[in-house]
């Protein structure tokens, strides 16, 4: 009898749902446009869900965005962080202006999301990002949408002008010392006697920094109930709207693109509106508030009394970069010893200019050989010498103040380390190394830390947090300058060497005993190479610390806050 074998039906297997998100987006906070977004956000999650293939992920929005750039577009970056992570296929937005405005970000963007996969639908435009001829229609469309961005930045500008030619401000900007009144500034009486108290002290000799300390002395808080800065001082000195008088375009936005700002120094026009409300200044008390500033950054450190100034002080110039040389003094063990470093050597480092220091008797000598004395006088310097330049070679080239100039070759040998290597002092450090000295303990680390990039030693730094803990970390002593931004704490020293070796806990004689050197780098990867006795070399990876943040407290949440009210309320300036 034949074997018959019954064969049971397949079950259709459901094709796998699609999960689909959507951008909504709207440049400006009004009342309408709100309803609007509300209603994009409403018609995309009603659509996804009503779609059988379809599994909703989200709804991303920008509220009071400018699609220009992407940088400051929370909604929009969450979207491409849950694209990266693989919870989305399909991306629905209305148009290509609400996608972005600027063409490299748009293209960028999608072409980002077309090598993870990610579709992105236009439904204006009719545009798949995935399709044959999406990337060339994309391209055109979004240079339109760039361009009309602009044509609206220019039609916006063109309209301020125009309120400027008729004395109209463009909104109601903050300014310490006043507040609106409807269309009218009128004076805060209190307000107002701190702002004449910073035009007296500054034409009394009073730095910004005298005030500062002043005016916290006082309790006297910024517009904003915070700390008064410096720079909020010197922002009060240079503004005319204190006089009664308000000028117009001092600022403007070089493109609608980047959004950048720049000072207006004559590159457009500038409205000068006489008389729109009361004065806290008189106009001929700013106009000497001026010509002050403009003397003392003509003098640059000569101009602040309390800095400590010699006769070379903004008188040495950097050949490399322009910069002046600043003065630094080393305590020896019965006199100091000073040296000319260039400022932009100082703060930039080596790389961006690599200027000899210039010892400070060179300097003497040289302009004694130069100007014929005996002895040097800092009058006859300051007579005679509008500046020097120092160039490579060890070369000076004195500028005289007729017009002259004087090269000079110098020869200086510091005897500093000789003069200070006393049989005392040899002595110490030679018990220190021998651990006699229980004053100072060697750390351990020491002279074991080599830079893979430079070969140069790696330093032990320590930073105590407003909490009383301490942290300690090594870093390359030349890392200005050779790029290895390596910053290595010595807990995970100690925790990567227990693993390397095998011990349950640090032990430092037996680190000393197998491990010669360690050489930590932070490019590309955070590892540390273990050279051991035995030859071999291990690799290991390190973690980056997470940043400590600071807990604001209540009140402080509570106070800024209202800052942010009173902001919104009364407009940008």
């Known amino acids: 009898m034949r074997k018959i074998t019954k064969i049971e039906p397949k079950k259709a297997a459901l094709p796998e749902r699609k999960r689909v998100a959507a951008y909504c987006r709207i440049s400006m906070v009004t009342e309408r446009l709100s309803h609007s977004l509300s209603a994009q956000v409403s018609y995309y999650s009603g659509l996804i869900q009503k779609n059988p293939a379809w ?20 909604g929009f970056n969450a979207m491409m962080e849950e694209c990266e992570a693989g919870h989305i296929d399909i991306i629905l937005v209305k148009s290509i202006s609400r996608f972005a405005r600027n063409t490299v970000d748009l293209l960028d963007s999608v072409r980002h999301l077309k090598e993870l996969g990610v579709e992105v639908r236009f439904e204006k435009e009719h545009i798949n990002s995935l399709s044959g001829d999406g990337e060339v229609m994309l391209s055109l ?35 310490y010392g006043y507040r609106w009144d409807g269309d009218h500034l009128v004076i805060q009486p209190e307000e107002a006697k701190i702002v004449r108290l910073i035009y007296d002290n500054f034409l009394n000799g009073l730095s910004a920094e005298s005030t500062e300390k002043q005016l916290e002395e006082m309790g006297v808080k910024s517009y904003k109930g915070m700390h008064f800065s410096n720079s909020s001082i010197r922002q009060i000195l240079g503004n005319i709207t204190y006089t009664g008088n308000l000028l117009f375009q001092k600022e403007y936005t070089v493109d609608p693109i980047s959004g950048k700002s720049r000072i207006n120094r004559g590159e457009l026009p ?16 700013y106009n000497k508030v001026q010509a002050e500033i403009a003397r003392r950054r003509e003098l640059g ?22 910069m002046s040389y600043r003065r630094h003094s080393y305590k020896r063990q019965n006199d100091t010893f000073a040296v000319w470093t260039c400022r932009g050597k100082e703060s930039k480092g080596v790389a961006f ?31 005679q010498v509008d500046f020097i330049t120092v160039c490579p070679e060890n070369v000076l ?68 947090y407003a909490d009383g803990t301490d942290a300690t970390y090594w870093h390359c002593g030349h890392d200005s300058s050779c790029g ?6 010595e807990t995970f020293l100690k925790q990567m060497i227990c693993e390397v070796l ?7 004689n037996i680190f000393k005993e197998q491990i010669v050197r360690i050489e930590p780098s932070g490019n590309p990867e955070r590892q540390a190479v273990f050279h051991l006795a035995d030859g071999r070399t291990i690799t290991k990876e390190w973690m980056k610390p997470k940043k400590r943040s600071v807990k604001h407290t209540q009140e402080w949440k509570d106070h800024m806050s209202e800052v942010m009210k009173e902001v919104k309320r009364n407009g940008k300036e």
């Not at 979004?142 to 909104?171: C, D, H, L, M, Y």
């Not at 450190?301 to 322009?322: D, M, Q, R, W, Y």
């Not at 210039?358 to 310097?381: H, I, R, Y």
């Not at 095998?502 to 430092?508: A, K, S, T």
């Open 502 to 508: 095998d011990i349950p806990e640090f032990d430092e």
């Open 55 to 74: 599994e909703y992920a989200w709804v991303f929005s920008g509220n009071g965005i400018s699609g220009t750039s992407t940088d400051k577009r929370s």
């Open 397 to 464: 080239v004195f500028h005289l103040t007729d017009g002259g100039e004087i090269p000079y070759t110098y020869k200086f040998k510091s005897t500093a380390k000789v003069d200070c290597w006393t049989k005392e002092r040899r002595d110490e450090w030679g018990k220190m190394h021998l651990g006699q000295n229980n004053n100072k303990v060697k750390n351990p680390f020491t002279g074991f830390l080599h830079c893979p990039v430079c070969g140069g030693s790696f330093r032990r730094q320590s930073k105590t």
């Open 141 to 175: 469309l979004a240079s339109f949408a760039q361009e009309e961005s602009i044509s609206i930045s220019n039609n916006v500008k063109w309209g301020t002008r125009k309120r400027f030619e008729q004395g109209i401000p463009n909104g109601r900007f903050q300014i």
């Open 484 to 489: 290895n931004k390596c910053k290595v704490p």
């Open 353 to 383: 200019c690599p200027s000899k220091n210039l010892p400070e008797p060179a300097l003497f000598e040289a302009s004694c050989s130069v100007l014929g004395l005996s002895e040097f006088d800092e009058d006859v310097f300051s007579e």
């Open 270 to 285: 500038q409205y000068w509106v006489p008389d729109t409300h009361e004065a806290i200044i008189p106009l001929e008390t």
């Open 301 to 322: 450190a000569l101009a602040n009394p309390h800095i400590p100034t010699s006769c070379f002080t903004s008188k040495v110039k950097c050949s490399n970069c322009g």
